[in-house]
């Protein structure tokens, strides 16, 4: 019998607040523009995208992640405004504060070397940090609709995120399974 594996991916959570805000945001195009895939997972900024991973090794994965983030302090993190991927993703734009490069360069790095966990689209791209509100089912159509009302919308939060979070694919969505404190917390 093969071994179960199941997908899972590691990001960053904004504190409640911010979540909320886009989860308005998520609802606004699921509502308005008929884009609902931006909801199956909660607000957050990836660090490592999807992999999949033994159901049997979880432990070892775990594991390297609560030593990975004893070496790395909480992450200053500054959303301001939206940006997208023309013609079908429209984001909150993170910006790349020098913390936020190192911990992904560091976790990606920390796990392709100790897990051989690669994404080699991402090994080819530079690192762009987002929280996607819209993507996969908004058409081309609909993005050019949207796109000019959130073009030039305001918004800015700055906060700390003071954890590493794994997430799990459950069937239709991504949920919480496992949750980090970074070594000053």
Known sequence: ?????????IALLPPEEVQQAA???????????????????????????PFEWQLENL?????????????????PMILDGFAAFKPRVIYINVLKTPELLTIQKNLMNSLESSLEIIHI??????????LTVAYKDLTKANFYQAWPEFA?????????????????HQGKKWEIYQEFLFMDN
Do not use: D, G
């Not at 689209?121 to 987002?130: C, E």
């Not at 030039?152 to 799990?168: H, N, Q, W, Y």
């Open 1 to 9: 019998m093969k071994p179960e594996k199941q997908l899972f991916f």
């Open 23 to 49: 989860n308005e945001i998520k609802h606004h195009f699921a509502e308005v523009y008929n884009s609902r895939a931006a909801l199956k997972s909660p607000p957050h900024i990836t660090l490592q995208p």
């Open 59 to 75: 432990s070892i994965l775990s594991q390297h992640l609560a030593e990975f983030v004893q070496n790395h302090a909480s992450i």
């Open 121 to 130: 689209p991402s090994k080819n791209r530079p690192f762009s940090p987002h």
């Open 152 to 168: 030039a919308r305001p918004l800015r939060f700055e906060f700390i995120i003071p954890k590493l979070t794994l997430l799990i």
